[in-house]
């Protein structure tokens, strides 16, 4: 959808499509040790 509605670019709270594709290590890392996020 590109606009964050649809959901299959989220990651945990934040869209790829909206806010990415490149994220700064301190804003995913408390997400990285979330289990099948």
Do not use: K, M, N
């Not at 959901?7 to 408390?30: A, L, M």
């Amino acid at each position: 959808c590109a606009v964050g509605t649809c959901g299959h670019c989220q990651f945990g709270y934040t869209f790829v499509c909206r806010d990415g594709p490149v994220f700064s290590y301190s804003r995913i890392q408390p997400l990285l040790g979330v289990r099948e996020l």
